[in-house]
């Protein structure tokens, strides 16, 4: 669980770096601010979870990146959470509340039923990608999962995603339009 005291700018980060996904650009519409803003007040409620585990990246007291993760048999939120996550999404009106129902749903269907650390979510601040950020945190996440064999799931709608996931030992175990956008469902073997 993250620190209560971060929890707020975790979810800013969050809704920043995530704004331009195309499943966020689907369900809280183009205008990236208007995504951003939306997406941290409901990852707000998702890392305050005790059932989630959040490694951080700070650069000179700043927060650059973010990678949540839970542990076997904790990826689904507990129905406390997911009522949180509904009155989270409440602003945002009826069809933005559909739209998640059905993203969340359909990623759901796709979970394994194997014991697994699942991946999500991971972002890091927009105008510092591809600076080494997002290894450093899914070097750290492969690290744990090495510790303890466990297997590793993990599921994203960024094509350029895929191949870094892959560097990091995660395969494509299938693919499937959700809400007409591409996504890719991927696992890492457990040692």
């Known amino acids: 669980m993250v620190d209560h005291a971060m929890v707020g700018d975790v979810a800013a980060l969050l809704g920043r770096g995530m704004a331009d996904n195309p499943l966020h650009r689907v369900v809280y519409g183009t205008v990236e601010a208007d995504a951003a803003r939306a997406h941290a007040r409901l990852m707000r409620v998702l890392v305050a979870s005790p059932r989630r585990h959040v490694d951080v990246v700070e650069h000179d007291g700043t927060l650059v990146g973010v990678a949540a993760s839970a542990p076997p048999g904790g ?40 014991p697994h650390v699942h991946l999500g979510p991971v972002s890091v601040d927009r105008h510092l990608r591809g600076r080494g950020i997002g290894g450093v945190l899914l070097a750290r996440h492969t690290r744990s999962l090495d510790a303890s064999g466990a297997v590793g799931y993990l599921e994203t709608d960024r094509p350029e995603a895929v191949g870094f996931y892959r560097r990091f030992g995660y395969d494509v175990v299938e693919a499937s339009d959700v809400l007409g956008v591409r996504c890719w469902f991927m696992r890492r073997a457990g040692g």
């Not at 507990?78 to 602003?91: E, K």
């Not at 009106?93 to 739209?99: D, S």
């Open 75 to 114: 990826c689904r939120p507990s129905s406390g959470t997911r009522l949180r996550l509904l009155a989270a999404a409440a602003p945002e009106g009826p069809r933005v509340a559909a739209r998640l129902v059905s993203w969340t749903g359909e990623w759901a269907r796709h979970d394994p039923a194997e």
